[in-house]
């Protein structure tokens, strides 16, 4: 019995600890990268401005280009893993809902007829986010609720001011400073290129 209960634990440990990983990306994505990063603005920085602007435009892409970059991170973790031994079964767990974060979270973007029964069911459950709730990550200022695979994490974090102190911690130790959201009442228009997505959203 004590077995099974452990293995509960740490498949919800796992869980929650994927959800952290990505809301981390997701926020260092956020805060610091924009369309002028270098090297990596381009892919990374401009899909972002472009979704706190329209942030239903990202259902219309496919599962590749809403995972890429998650998805090589994971792949380097599982490889790591692999390399030293160590590819236990919570890596792959840990890997598999990690790399899929942005699907999570372009369900939480759709319609429930988007969506479909199954994911809608789960998300009535609260086994899945909810629309909700990662509504309140679009809301100005936002800068909160990074984390997309479930309810649980975004209030704890948001309430103990974590990614507050991040920013601040970085900002005190080596300057780096978070970048204006041009999406935010009062730091727009946004820059000239969002022009092209300007059309009418689903």
């Given at each position: 019995?004590?077995?099974?209960?452990?293995?509960?634990?740490?498949?919800?440990?796992?869980?929650?600890?994927?959800e952290f990983a990505a809301g981390f990306v997701h926020w260092f994505e956020d805060a610091y990268i924009r369309n002028d990063t270098p090297l990596i603005g381009?892919?990374?920085?401009?899909?972002?401005?472009?979704?706190?602007h329209y942030p239903r435009y990202m259902t219309r892409n496919n599962w590749w280009q809403s995972s890429w970059d998650l998805v090589l991170l994971a792949a380097?973790?599982?490889?790591?893993?692999?390399?030293?031994?160590?590819?236990?079964?919570?890596?792959?767990?840990?890997?598999?809902?990690?790399?899929?974060?942005?699907?999570?979270?372009?369900?939480?973007?759709?319609?429930?007829?988007?969506?479909?029964?199954?994911?809608?069911?789960?998300?009535?459950?609260?086994?899945?986010?909810?629309?909700?709730?990662?509504?309140?990550?679009?809301?100005?200022?936002?800068?909160?609720?990074?984390?997309?695979?479930?309810?649980?994490?975004?209030?704890?974090?948001?309430?103990?001011?974590?990614?507050?102190?991040?920013?601040?911690?970085?900002?005190?130790?080596?300057?780096?400073?978070?970048?204006?959201?041009?999406?935010?009442?009062?730091?727009?228009?946004?820059?000239?290129?969002?022009?092209?997505?300007?059309?009418?959203?689903?």
């Amino acid at each position: 019995m004590k077995t099974i209960f452990d293995s509960v634990l740490q498949f919800l440990a796992t869980i929650l600890a994927a959800e952290f990983a990505a809301g981390f990306v997701h926020w260092f994505e956020d805060a610091y990268i924009r369309n002028d990063t270098p090297l990596i603005g381009r892919f990374i920085g401009r899909p972002n401005t472009v979704h706190h602007h329209y942030p239903r435009y990202m259902t219309r892409n496919n599962w590749w280009q809403s995972s890429w970059d998650l998805v090589l991170l994971a792949a380097a973790l599982v490889v790591g893993a692999w390399w030293i031994g160590l590819l236990t079964w919570h890596v792959w767990l840990f890997a598999l809902l990690a790399a899929n974060a942005n699907q999570f979270h372009k369900w939480e973007h759709r319609t429930r007829k988007e969506n479909g029964r199954v994911i809608s069911f789960l998300q009535d459950l609260r086994l899945l986010q909810t629309s909700k709730h990662h509504a309140r990550h679009h809301t100005d200022p936002k800068n909160s609720h990074y984390c997309t695979i479930t309810n649980v994490l975004n209030p704890v974090l948001d309430g103990i001011h974590f990614w507050d102190g991040l920013e601040w911690l970085l900002d005190k130790t080596i300057g780096l400073k978070r970048q204006p959201d041009t999406s935010v009442r009062g730091c727009g228009p946004g820059p000239a290129w969002l022009a092209e997505f300007r059309r009418p959203q689903s």
